[in-house]
């Protein structure tokens, strides 16, 4: 099949699903090819698309995909399905809710010129994100309503990302699946922690909705009760790196918080002996999949789809907000062993949770819609 994988933003979870599916599917025969937003990212995604450009047939293609709905779209669609029609795909799947937008537009676009390309769209979260109760979320999830004519097959990524399209877009008009996100099998082995390591880090994209203002606010309250100085690692890039700066600097944490850029997941897991994931709002994030399998201790937000992976009663989880991030810290710094020894099974996590389970399928979704 000649798979084309269309998203917007190169960074986060969204990529590392695609950079997976790229490379099973590359090694399964296919020919498979990406398009993405050539105006995000940094040298770690600059490194990576070096590196896979020439493995993958269709190629790597990148041009400037703005993230909100505006006037910028017409210009950006246009050059972009300019691109996907020279790329003749079976198969069209988009990420995310801008690539998969323009995935199933795109797709239309082709069918009506006489082409048999199914489209795919697989949320990510995305557009259901946004509050039904607001005029924004109003219009968004009319949009996804009205996107289901146009939409051969929906990829969930958790139990959570299905019930909430339910509830807010309605039930779905096309067929749909439910496929976790996978690690591979190299990725279940303990990554030792660096002599210097903090004692919490946060890995992930520098905006509101990941968090890290709330990781800085419980840091605070977690030093002032332990009656000692504490240290972090800060690990992403992102528009609001600046701002996350100047707020360890107003909370009093001066070098004892360190920033670094984008890197490896397992890198930059050596930085820090407890993780934390204070999202807001996620679908199935990769980052918790891939500190579990490494052995790291891990504190996240209840949101989306991380009580699938832990268990609704996990004392790692807690409630997006300081005050019950900094519960759970201060039990992970108070009971290391105990806490660590909470963590979920990685046998367990591995048959759940497996890149190949997660390829194969997705490539039974495929083969399955093209048959209809």
Not at 225 to 235: D, Q, S
Request: a neutral charge; proline letters at 6%.
């Amino acid at each position: 099949m000649r798979i084309v994988h269309l998203f917007r933003s190169p960074v986060g979870g969204i990529f590392r699903h695609v950079r997976d599916l790229c490379d099973a599917q590359a090694a399964a025969g296919h020919e498979v090819g990406i398009v993405c937003d050539s105006t995000t990212g940094g040298e770690y995604e600059d490194r990576y698309f070096r590196q896979i450009a020439d493995g993958l047939p269709l190629g790597v293609t990148r041009t400037p995909i703005q993230r909100h709905v505006g006037p910028g779209d017409v210009a950006a669609a246009w050059r972009t399905l300019r691109i996907i029609r020279a790329m003749q795909p079976d198969i069209l799947h988009g990420h995310g809710a801008k690539g998969g937008a323009y995935a199933r537009l795109f797709g239309t676009a082709l069918r009506m010129g006489g082409s048999r390309v199914l489209r795919l769209y697989s949320p990510h979260g995305g557009s259901l994100h946004y509050d039904a109760d607001t005029t924004a979320g109003r219009f968004f999830f009319s949009l996804e309503a009205l996107m289901g004519r146009f939409t051969d097959h929906i990829l969930f990524v958790s139990e959570y990302e299905l019930r909430t399209y339910k509830a807010k877009v309605g039930e779905p008009r096309p067929p749909y699946s439910l496929v976790y996100n996978g690690v591979r099998s190299e990725e279940f082995a303990d990554v030792a922690e660096a002599p210097d390591a903090a004692d919490f880090l946060y890995v992930g994209m520098m905006r509101d909705l990941k968090g890290p203002d709330l990781f800085l606010d419980a840091l605070k309250l977690v030093e002032e009760g332990a009656h000692r100085p504490l240290t972090a690692v800060m690990v992403g890039d992102g528009d609001d790196l600046e701002k996350y700066k100047a707020q360890a600097r107003e909370l009093g944490f001066g070098d004892r918080v360190r920033f670094f850029p984008a890197m490896p997941a397992r890198q930059a897991f050596a930085r820090g002996r407890v993780m934390v994931v204070p999202s807001r709002a996620e679908a199935m994030p990769y980052i918790v999949l891939e500190a579990l399998a490494a052995g790291r201790a891990l504190i996240a937000t209840a949101v989306g789809g991380i009580p699938e992976i832990f268990g609704g009663s996990s004392p790692a989880l807690c409630r997006p907000e300081p005050v019950s991030l900094a519960e759970r810290m201060r039990l992970a710094l108070e009971s290391p062993g105990e806490f660590a020894r909470s963590m979920p099974a990685r046998d367990t996590l591995r048959e759940r949770f497996g890149a190949d389970a997660m390829a194969s399928r997705i490539e039974d979704v495929y083969c399955q819609a093209m048959s209809r």
